[in-house]
């Protein structure tokens, strides 16, 4: 099943094979994937260690890691101290020697870059693979250092390192918050040469060179004012392919002096809404920049992204949000639409299963993963008002028998569709003796929100023959 948001950061991958992997920062979708971030650090540091070569400064790669650091203490108070003191660079990353002290009467976790507390840039662009994790015992001091993946900074444009920001949470053995910092900056040797202003992403997808470090095709670019509240600011779009998988990028800006958080959900492609209200968020310092990767992938699959018909990407939409650090909502749920082309009309073929309120409901096929079963509806909101879709727990049976079911609720703007994988429990069917093959009817209840979300305007109950 495709897992709802629950504000976790993870890296969106795209990948040729096992020897080519990049990423830019995104979110994911639910907290037991904190587990695989550590597996997918332990794995990186396992690959870096043992001789690897060091990045010679006129090497023809885009980053060549010329600058160097001071000792510069980044935390000092209540017995607390972290001090940065070098820069290390090899084939494969940049790593910076760090120095924890933890001299209170109680044993302290420290973390840093983790999905629940990312802050970490490098010449202002929000960085995904800078992360600490470490236990310091009461009384101690810990060398450890964090790392910075080279592909990561090329893909950004970035050749030098003028500018370090990190942040760090300090939590007690009862997971309570004993310390939590705001983003500090370390300067390096290089600090005067850089022009931080000039945005090296946008300048490598405009010139070539973020397809070559990537392996990708950029098909579309676009820069302009596409959204702008309470000083976050979006200024780019791009979509990418590779290896017949297609990724939008969001290069945002936060103009403001406090760290802010950009949300996004109701993700839709060519008119059709394919994620969750909540599908993914990151967050940015103060004037600082990032790039949110959308990988339509994770939104929906081949078969599913063939069974609706989507077609190459021309246009994309989306609500967003704005937060501050303290998870406070700063704005309401904006509308944003950007148009690469002219976007397809959103396939009507199927077997029609309601038809009221301006609203039709199709029913388009079959897909499943390792969980669930899925039947795949289109729902077209051909009236005035913003509709909200979601299942009716515990309604769903299958050629008779109750069956248990998961499914993400759908926001549909008014001239816009929703694509809604309605997903029943393999397990459940298991329970049942029934097989996928078996399946020949599915009954279930949808409820439609109009205007606001529990102002239910219908609760049809619609079967499906599936065979």
């Not at 420290?110 to 600490?132: H, K, P, R």
């Amino acid at each position: 099943m495709r897992r709802k948001w629950t504000a976790v950061f993870l890296s969106v991958v795209l990948s040729v094979s096992a020897g080519s992997i990049i990423s830019l920062q995104a979110t994911a979708a639910t907290s037991d994937q904190a587990e695989d971030q550590s597996s997918e650090q332990a794995m990186e540091q396992e690959m870096t260690e043992g001789g690897a070569d060091v990045l010679a400064p006129d090497s023809d790669a885009g980053f060549t890691g010329r600058a160097t650091i001071d000792s510069t203490v980044l935390v000092d108070e209540k017995d607390v101290k972290i001090t940065a003191s070098n820069l290390v660079y090899e084939s494969y990353q940049t790593t910076i020697d760090l120095l924890i002290e933890n001299n209170t009467s109680q044993d302290l976790s420290f973390t840093s870059g983790t999905m629940a507390f990312c802050c970490n840039t490098v010449n202002g662009y929000a960085i995904s693979s800078m992360y600490v994790n470490e236990d310091v015992t009461a009384g101690m001091k810990k060398n450890t250092e964090v790392s910075i993946r080279n592909d990561e900074l090329e893909l950004l444009g970035i050749k030098d390192i003028a500018e370090i920001e990190i942040g760090f949470r300090v939590e007690t053995e009862d997971n309570d918050d004993y310390l939590v910092t705001a983003p500090v900056k370390i300067q390096t040797s290089s600090a005067a040469s850089v022009d931080l202003t000039e945005d090296t992403y946008q300048k490598g997808l405009s010139d070539g060179s973020f397809e070559r470090i990537s392996g990708g095709k950029v098909d579309a670019f676009q820069k302009g004012s596409f959204y702008s509240a309470n000083g976050i600011n979006l200024i780019s779009a791009a979509i990418v392919k590779k290896d017949g998988t297609d990724a939008v990028l969001l290069e945002l800006e936060n103009t403001t002096d406090q760290v802010l958080s950009f949300h996004i959900g109701d993700f839709a492609i060519n008119n059709l809404v394919i994620s969750s209200p909540f599908w993914d968020s990151i967050t940015l310092n103060p004037h600082g920049r990032a790039v949110m990767a959308e990988n339509i992938n994770n939104m929906a699959d081949a078969k599913e992204y063939a069974a609706f018909g989507i077609g190459q990407p021309e246009a994309i939409a989306f609500h967003a949000t704005i937060s501050d650090s303290q998870n406070n909502d700063l704005t309401e749920n904006g509308q944003v639409g950007i148009s690469f082309g002219d976007s397809p009309a959103v396939n009507q073929d199927g077997a029609e299963l309601y038809n009221q309120n301006g609203i039709r409901i199709l029913y388009k096929g079959e897909s499943d993963d390792s969980l669930y079963n899925y039947l795949l509806l289109i729902i077209f909101n051909d009236s005035s008002d913003t509709i909200y879709v979601s299942d009716e727990t515990g309604s769903t049976s299958v050629n008779g028998f109750m069956v248990d079911e998961n499914t993400y609720s759908r926001t549909i703007e008014p001239g816009q569709a929703g694509g809604m994988m309605y997903g029943i429990s393999k397990s459940s069917l298991e329970e049942n003796q029934i097989t996928a093959a078996d399946i020949t009817t599915a009954t279930f209840q949808l409820n439609i929100g109009s205007g606001s979300y529990y102002n239910y305007i219908d609760q049809p109950k619609l079967t499906v023959n599936v065979k």
